[in-house]
């Protein structure tokens, strides 16, 4: 098939290279049931039988220029240093034909074709499959080599969408994720993902292979070092080839980690325990965070995998539960206890995945960090000028929280820093806490529309501002006065509705004097943090799900201990009472300058209201649920006031409508709330249904409570992200009463 062409054949396929890489990938399209023939061309006839008897290959040869004109699409599968003599036999005979490579670097594969070619043809696309072996030759082709492994794709901006799109199609038909990125972007992370620890194998096992008791070293080898250097064990002239073809990005890669090698010696020679802890604590935790990320996402952004939620009609809500810590606080208690002088300990602190990547963002930047286990995380602080510049990007998964404070405090740094996050996150505004910033004296590039990345440039001289703020919004508040802290003079912000304060009540606690007046929040730079200790109270937000279960469900009970009840935090309590919700505070208490309490709530019928605009910023996160009680309560609901709802993960006000209309629920949107007529029965109030929750892990909770009153089984889609807030859910919702069950797709 030429480029431009459409047809529903699959097109024959010549790979240019018949060993293991291109062998696997021609036995994993036969068992895909890949139509088109299977061509293979390569200088070795006995490598071409064995892929006949082995049936992987339908015909075969080594004239390339025969097998070309056969074929429709055409893969090197040759070391990247032999490239360009292939390249070279292709000029008379490629065509319009799409053209594609496995090499593992791709600035060097680019060249070869420039000059074999005289220019990067169009129809080019350059690839690279993240999968091997040791192994080599046709005969250890394997039909799953490249299943649930990654293909990185390096496409030109003038290249063929339609090749792009032919190329992507065949590695999907092999069961591969395939993901695109910038020639040199790719060779920058393969030098250190793959090829670094390739050299590093093949050294180390070199070097105990030199040695005098060779034998008894390697006779008494355990499984660690088995593991680390098995990949020694690959085909030494690929690994030649490899190198030699990435030197630039390899050699960077090796001087970094020389250095970290240095630097981790002269801490074992000088018996620095405090150092070797923090250089193993984040060397510990980042190998348990990466795992999570290869689990689940792509080198660039956090593409979560397809969870599905189907969650059964009816049931009852009962018992005492504790949710999961309030993520607002886990963040603000590592960002403050990194930044104090001291060590922080933290108690009750949120496992969940935004969470530990704001924690791991300060283990990149140098800070020793312990835990966290069970809840708890010991922060040895280095003080508002002792962060160092991290290696890369700040990743912050899907946290919008920690991308605005993260502004904030990175912006009075001296260093450089670029934050990132997850597919959903990098459509969030994020302008509205560049601009202010901007106002201080901090140099900020966004992407269009204001949205992530944002590229901060450090060692920018801030000063104080009087801000006040369009919208109420505690995390441009917060954002700006942890700017504060780093600038010169007086910095005010000024909310038009009260927003959360921990962050004030925070910096309070550590000794930073937050003044309070009214609407305004003030504070005077230059000044320090000293540590204190943490207690981090259950998530109002995650209590909230629970809340509503209970209220609309006859014959609920129960308990939520713990939960922060913050003034700027309980609008979700004081509209579920205004309601009509049989709910009580039980044992208030303070806990480290938070207020807390136990919330009790049962089952009483709830009616539709007026919700009132100043409650509004107070249960900002809560209205999915909201939503929900409204869906189950006499009357009509209605909200205004809530356009901050249209910009969070997702168009929360359009989603739950959407939803709620799946379900047979009636609503009408505005553009900055909606209005939602609630039934009442004794039977169920709306039928079942299958939604999406647009990655929204609130949307997700939302619907999965919303089954207790369906009448047929609620499905629920794309519900992977619900883990980024609330680890537990499942087994949670399922122990007071839910039937949840969660499906991987």
Request: charged letters at 20%; proline letters at 5%.
């Amino acid at each position: 098939m030429r480029v431009g062409e459409t047809s529903p054949v699959d097109p024959a396929v010549l790979i240019v290279g018949l060993g293991m890489i291109g062998g696997s990938l021609a036995a994993a399209l036969k068992s895909s049931g890949y139509t088109g023939r299977i061509l293979a061309c390569d200088p070795d006839v006995e490598e071409i039988d064995t892929g006949l008897e082995m049936g992987v290959i339908d015909d075969g040869g080594s004239d390339l220029a025969a097998l070309v004109v056969q074929s429709g699409l055409v893969i090197v599968a040759v070391p990247v240093l032999a490239m360009r003599r292939v390249f070279e036999q292709l000029v008379p005979v490629l065509g319009d034909r799409v053209l594609t490579d496995v090499g593992s670097t791709k600035r060097c594969v680019c060249e070869a074709a420039r000059e074999a070619f005289g220019h990067l043809p169009v129809n080019f696309v350059p690839g690279h499959p993240v999968a091997g072996s040791e192994k080599s030759g046709v005969a250890a082709a394997n039909p799953a080599l490249y299943r649930h492994h990654k293909v990185i794709l390096t496409p030109e901006s003038d290249t063929t969408p339609t090749a792009v799109a032919m190329v992507r199609a065949l590695w999907q038909r092999c069961g591969a994720e395939v993901l695109e990125m910038p020639v040199d972007r790719h060779d920058q992370v393969l030098a250190r993902t793959s090829h670094l620890p390739h050299l590093l194998a093949f050294s180390l096992v070199d070097t105990l292979a030199r040695q005098d008791e060779r034998l008894e070293i390697f006779r008494y080898a355990a499984g660690g070092f088995r593991d680390f250097t098995r990949i020694a064990g690959s085909d030494p002239v690929m690994w030649h080839d490899i190198f030699t073809a990435n030197r630039d990005a390899l050699l960077s890669a090796l001087d970094d980690f020389e250095t970290g090698l240095a630097r981790l010696r002269a801490a074992v020679e000088q018996g620095d325990s405090d150092a070797m802890l923090g250089t193993f604590d984040r060397a510990s935790h980042a190998r348990h965070y990466f795992e999570t990320l290869l689990n689940q996402t792509s080198y660039q952004t956090m593409e979560a995998r397809q969870v599905q939620y189907r969650v059964s009609p009816g049931g009852s809500v009962n018992g005492r539960i504790r949710v999961p810590g309030d993520k607002s606080i886990s963040h603000r208690s590592i960002m403050l206890g990194a930044l104090a002088n001291g060590v922080t300990e933290v108690k009750g602190f949120l496992e969940g995945e935004d969470s530990l990547a704001t924690l791991q963002a300060f283990r990149d930047m140098g800070v020793a960090i312990e835990g966290p286990h069970q809840g708890r995380v010991t922060i040895h602080g280095v003080g508002l000028h002792g962060l160092k510049k991290p290696a890369g990007p700040i990743y912050v998964g899907n946290s919008g929280t920690a991308m605005r404070l993260f502004a904030g405090l990175l912006a009075g740094q001296a260093f450089d820093t670029e934050l990132t996050g997850d597919a959903s996150l990098t459509k969030r505004p994020m302008a509205r806490v560049a601009d202010p910033l901007r106002l201080m004296g901090a140099r900020i590039d966004t992407a269009e529309g204001g949205r992530p990345p944002l590229r901060i440039h450090g060692g920018q001289s801030l000063k104080g501002i009087h801000y006040d703020m369009p919208m109420a919004s505690a995390q441009v508040k917060s954002c700006l006065l942890l700017a504060g802290l780093y600038a010169e003079g007086e910095t005010r912000v000024r909310e038009p509705a009260p927003t959360r304060d921990h962050t004030e009540r925070m910096l309070n606690g550590f000794g930073y004097k937050v003044d309070r007046d009214g609407d305004l929040a003030t504070l005077q730079g230059g000044g320090a943090l000293t540590s204190a200790p943490i207690d981090v109270p259950s998530d109002i937000s995650s209590a909230t799900f629970f809340l509503v279960a209970a209220a609309i469900t006859p014959g609920s009970d129960l308990v939520l201990e713990h939960v922060g009840v913050n003034p700027t935090r309980i609008g979700v309590i004081n509209i579920l009472k205004a309601m009509g919700a049989d709910l009580r505070l039980e044992n208030p208490r303070e806990v480290g300058g938070e207020p807390v309490a136990d919330l009790h709530i049962r089952y009483a019928p709830l009616k539709g209201i007026d919700i009132p605009v100043d409650q509004v910023p107070l249960a900002i996160d809560e209205f999915p649920a909201l939503f929900v009680a409204a869906a189950n309560a006499e009357g009509t609901t209605r909200l205004r006031g809530a356009e901050e709802l249209r910009v969070k993960e997702s168009d929360r006000i359009q989603a739950m409508a959407d939803g709620l209309d799946i379900l047979g629920v009636e609503t009408a949107v505005y553009d900055d709330g909606i209005d939602v007529v609630g039934n009442v029965s004794e039977g169920p109030n709306y039928q079942g249904g299958q939604v999406d929750s647009l990655g929204d892990h609130r949307i997700a909770m939302a619907f999965t409570i919303a089954a207790l009153r369906a009448g047929g089984p609620v499905w629920i889609d794309d519900c992977a992200n619900v883990a980024t807030s609330f680890p537990g859910f499942v087994a949670l919702a399922n122990k007071v009463g839910l039937e949840l069950a969660e499906v991987s797709a």
